[in-house]
């Protein structure tokens, strides 16, 4: 009897036991899942994207500029020139304008929105030749965000072409894009990148005669002072001096072609 009630008390005291080993380890994996640094050892590093730069983030609510319907229509009648572009060209857009007014005599719109890659450039450029038609020059000020998926940029700039047509010549602004807000392994990317492009761009005027490069990164790279002169974060142009700049080469660009 007397072990009987022993054998029962062993076993009663093994069950608790086993309850508070339980009970213990899943109070310890609640602690751990809750833990700061548990969340810490389990933060992604950050994203690179497939080529190193990261990857291009939702852009549609940046800022923009766009000339009216009748401004466009203007310039299309007047054979002006037209401009698409990204952040860059939001910003030295209008004192691009007003160069072409006092050198070329020329009207001038644009169509430019921060953060667009080319494919929605090249859409902009469809839609306006739709609505529109397209005067005889044109100056494509993109391409800067396209480092985040390189391989995308070819499709894009044959189909600017297929829409420009061989009798309109078109002026694009080469890339060179070295970010000093991100890690130096994403800088190195951003200019491997950039070169990837503008590689893009010198194989394409064996396609197109009316394909002109407005050297950009050359400019910059053949005085390397320039990269902190002339850009104030390693892509948007400082103002004026990288503005006047780029702006003065696009002129050029268009006055000896």
Same mark, same amino acid.
């Given at each position: #009897?007397?072990?009987?009630? /022993?054998l029962a008390t062993a076993r009663s005291g093994a069950t608790s036991a086993?309850?508070?080993?339980?009970?213990?380890?899943?109070?310890?994996t609640l602690i751990h899942l809750e833990s700061p640094t548990a969340h810490a050892k389990a933060a992604a590093p950050a994203?690179?994207?497939g080529y190193g730069s990261g990857t291009l983030g939702p852009w549609q609510a940046n800022t923009k500029v766009i000339s009216s319907a009748a401004h466009v229509e203007h310039v299309v009648r007047t054979n002006g020139i037209v401009l698409f572009g990204d952040?860059? /060209?939001v910003?030295?857009?209008?004192?691009?304008g007003r160069l072409m007014a006092k050198h070329l005599g020329t009207s001038f719109a644009e169509h430019s929105w921060s953060g667009q890659p080319t494919s929605a450039a090249v859409d902009a450029l469809a839609a306006w030749d739709r609505a529109y038609g397209l005067p005889r020059r044109i100056v494509m000020a993109v391409g800067t965000n396209d480092i985040f998926d390189p391989p995308a940029f070819t499709a894009?700039?044959?189909? /600017? #072409?297929?829409?420009?047509?061989?009798?309109?010549?078109?002026?694009?602004?080469n890339v060179q894009v070295s970010r000093i807000d991100v890690p130096a392994s994403m800088q190195d990317a951003d200019q491997r990148n950039s070169e990837w492009i503008d590689l893009q761009l010198q194989q394409a005027r064996s396609r197109y005669p009316n394909l002109r490069i407005v050297p950009w990164?050359?400019?910059?790279?053949a005085h390397p002072e320039r990269m902190r002169t002339d850009l104030r974060d390693g892509r948007h142009t400082t103002v004026p001096a990288g503005q006047n700049a780029r702006n003065a080469l696009i002129l050029q660009t268009i006055q000896h072609s």
């Open positions: #009897m007397f072990r009987d009630h /022993a086993i309850i508070i080993v339980v009970l213990t380890a899943t109070l310890l994203a690179t994207g952040s860059i /060209a910003q030295d857009g209008a004192a691009l894009q700039l044959d189909r /600017a #072409m297929r829409i420009a047509g061989p009798d309109r010549t078109v002026y694009w602004v990164a050359e400019f910059l790279a």
